[in-house]
């Protein structure tokens, strides 16, 4: 599974960006997709993930700020970001898991993007 992530840029804090990651080399509906977040000096750290079912997850500091969506039979998923702050500066990374079970067994399987700059300017 390849995942190509778009959107990153250039931003005056209070704007908003939207990302996007479209999925590639798979015929199946991938579990969960999201967005992770790794800014300079700092572990990289979860941002809002989707789930095939729908369910939405968000980091407590862009709750509000960010909406994610996703399309799952496409296997894309976007980020809406708005009222941005120089502390959500980061590389944006695209991520993806695919759960599945073999032989009784659960297994998941991760995949990620290239990661997308974003700046936010103060």
């Known amino acids: 599974v390849q995942l190509q992530a778009s959107g990153g840029g250039l931003v005056q804090a209070g704007g908003s960006l939207r990302l996007s990651c479209a999925a590639s080399g798979t015929i199946f509906t991938l579990s969960v997709m999201g967005w992770y977040r790794q800014a300079p000096g700092k572990q990289r750290e979860l941002v809002a993930t989707?789930?095939?079912?729908?369910?939405?997850v968000y980091a407590d500091s862009v709750e509000g700020r960010f909406t994610i969506s996703r399309d799952g039979p496409k296997n894309t998923v976007a980020l809406q970001t708005s009222s941005l702050k120089p502390e959500d500066t980061a590389v944006y990374y695209c991520s993806a898991e695919r759960h599945v079970t073999y032989v009784g067994t659960p297994r998941s399987y991760e995949f990620w993007g290239q990661g997308t700059l974003v700046t936010v300017s103060s």
């Open positions: 989707c789930a095939s079912s729908g369910d939405t």
